[in-house]
Nanobody, 125 residues
Framework: QVHLVESGGGLVQAGGSLRLSCAAS????????VAWFRQAPGKEREFVAG????????YYPDSVKGRFTISRDNGKNTVYLQMNSLKPEDTAVYYC??????????????????WGQGTQVTVSS
C-alpha cells in the first residue's frame, strides 16, 4: 500500500518551467517503478514519464521527450518531474502512480495500482 501526494503545480507562461514532486509513504515505494500521467478536461489520461525502481532508467512519450525529466530519490520517498519549455498543450492535472510488479515500461493507467490526488498545471500562451 502506497499513499502519494503531488505538489508543485501552478500557472506558468509558455516556455517556462515547473518542477512537480510526488511524496510517497509505504514500504514498497522504493521497489516499484513510478510514472507521471496527466489528464485534461474531456480527454483520456495520458502517460507522461516513467522511471524504474532505482531511478537509473526513464522512458517518455514523444510529446514530452527532451522537455521533461523524471527522477526519484528513494531516500526521500519522492519522485520528481522537471518540466521545461512548457506549452499550452501541457495544461492538465498531473498525477503520479505506482506500477505493478513486473510491468516496467507500461504506459497503461490500468497497470498502475496507486495514484495521488493530482496537481494542476496551467500553461498560458
Amino acid at each position: 500500500q502506497v499513499h502519494l501526494v503531488e505538489s508543485g503545480g501552478g500557472l506558468v507562461q509558455a516556455g517556462g518551467s515547473l518542477r512537480l514532486s510526488c511524496a510517497a509513504s509505504g514500504r514498497t515505494f522504493s521497489t516499484n517503478a513510478v510514472a507521471w500521467f496527466r489528464q485534461a478536461p474531456g480527454k483520456e489520461r495520458e502517460f507522461v514519464a516513467g522511471i524504474n525502481w532505482s531511478g537509473g532508467h526513464q522512458y517518455y512519450p514523444d510529446s514530452v521527450k527532451g522537455r521533461f525529466t523524471i527522477s526519484r530519490d528513494n531516500g526521500k520517498n519522492t519522485v520528481y518531474l522537471q518540466m521545461n519549455s512548457l506549452k499550452p498543450e501541457d495544461t492538465a492535472v498531473y498525477y503520479c502512480a505506482v506500477l505493478g510488479s513486473g510491468l516496467y515500461g507500461s504506459r497503461r493507467p490500468a497497470d498502475f495500482g496507486s495514484w495521488g490526488q493530482g496537481t494542476q498545471v496551467t500553461v498560458s500562451s
